[in-house]
């Protein structure tokens, strides 16, 4: 976290202005990938009538806002997943920036955007791929062995495998449990995989802090959804997956992880 004198505004619209950037690439990839559409390939068009999009149409955030999230062709709406991809990845730059360490800022941008996805996917689509999943461990795997290296020590890179390796077999077991004793599945093929990931970047202790924040951000999302009248059973399928990354990116800045 950076102290003193007030943060130069510069930086923080840099921040801002390329988490934006990588918020539009997160919001086609939330598009594209559930579709089996590449998403690194192919010009942006729209999805209900097919027009390329020009540069104008394509400015991070402001696009979105002065076509009030319509295709200027057909009129179709946009959907707001855009705009929060957008939204969500410019206050993950600027968050890094105010919240992280110094040492720690570049670490905590990809963290959060990758978790951004993660969570925007499993809320849209009750999904989270394997290939994120992987993605976001080897990226974990990667800074635990780079601070190892860095310091001469095995520490960081050891505190990194047992936090993977709690993350998966706690949800692992609950969900063996779960199916074993009611008969069905009870949580998502992904959700495991994904507690393993950030096991990786927070290491053990942050994988307990991890289910308790997520649990927190579970209960609170319930309540939300009653106040708002929605009815809610047992049968209820909630996204763990997005309230355990809701609840992971505050731990790395807080601790830096592992």
Same mark, same amino acid.
């Given at each position: 976290?950076?102290?003193?004198?007030?943060?130069?505004?510069?930086?923080?619209?840099?921040?801002?202005?390329?988490?934006?950037?990588?918020?539009?690439?997160?919001?086609?990839?939330?598009?594209?990938?559930? +579709?089996?559409?590449? &998403?690194?390939?192919?010009?942006?068009?729209?999805?209900?009538?097919?027009?390329?999009?020009?540069?104008?149409?394509?400015?991070?955030? !402001?696009?979105?806002?002065?076509?009030?999230?319509? @295709?200027?062709?057909? #009129?179709?709406?946009?959907?707001?997943?855009?705009? =929060?991809?957008?939204?969500?990845?410019?206050? &993950?730059?600027?968050?890094?920036?105010?919240? =992280?360490?110094?040492?720690? &800022?570049?670490?905590?941008?990809?963290?959060?955007?990758?978790?951004?996805?993660?969570?925007?996917?499993?809320?849209?689509?009750?999904?989270?791929?394997?290939?994120?999943?992987?993605?976001?461990?080897?990226?974990?795997?990667?800074?635990?062995?780079?601070?190892?290296?860095?310091?001469? #020590?095995?520490?960081?890179? +050891?505190?990194?495998?047992?936090?993977?390796?709690?993350?998966?077999?706690?949800?692992?077991?609950?969900?063996?449990?779960?199916?074993?004793?009611?008969?069905?599945?009870?949580?998502?093929?992904?959700?495991?995989?994904?507690?393993?990931?950030?096991?990786?970047?927070?290491?053990?202790?942050?994988?307990?802090?991890?289910?308790?924040?997520?649990?927190? !951000?579970?209960? !609170?999302? !319930?309540? =939300?959804?009653?106040? =708002?009248?929605?009815?809610?059973?047992?049968?209820?399928?909630?996204?763990?997956?997005? @309230?355990?990354?809701?609840?992971?990116?505050?731990?790395?800045?807080?601790?830096?992880?592992?």
């Amino acid at each position: 976290m950076y102290e003193g004198s007030a943060l130069p505004l510069a930086l923080l619209a840099s921040a801002g202005g390329l988490g934006a950037i990588v918020g539009s690439f997160l919001g086609a990839t939330l598009e594209r990938l559930p +579709a089996g559409r590449s &998403v690194v390939s192919g010009r942006s068009a729209c999805d209900s009538c097919g027009k390329a999009l020009g540069v104008t149409e394509l400015v991070p955030l !402001v696009s979105w806002l002065a076509q009030r999230g319509r @295709c200027r062709a057909c #009129d179709a709406p946009i959907g707001w997943w855009q705009f =929060a991809a957008e939204l969500g990845a410019a206050l &993950v730059g600027v968050g890094a920036v105010v919240l =992280a360490s110094p040492g720690a &800022v570049l670490a905590a941008m990809v963290f959060g955007w990758q978790l951004l996805l993660l969570a925007l996917l499993d809320a849209r689509h009750l999904w989270l791929p394997r290939v994120l999943t992987g993605l976001l461990a080897a990226t974990g795997l990667a800074l635990a062995a780079a601070r190892s290296f860095a310091a001469s #020590d095995p520490l960081p890179l +050891a505190m990194a495998l047992l936090g993977g390796a709690l993350g998966f077999g706690l949800l692992w077991l609950v969900a063996q449990g779960y199916r074993r004793t009611r008969g069905r599945e009870g949580m998502g093929g992904g959700d495991p995989p994904l507690l393993g990931a950030i096991g990786l970047w927070l290491g053990p202790q942050g994988v307990i802090h991890t289910i308790l924040g997520g649990s927190l !951000v579970g209960l !609170v999302a !319930v309540l =939300a959804l009653l106040l =708002a009248g929605r009815k809610l059973s047992g049968d209820s399928v909630l996204p763990l997956g997005t @309230c355990l990354a809701l609840a992971a990116w505050p731990l790395f800045l807080w601790g830096g992880g592992v």
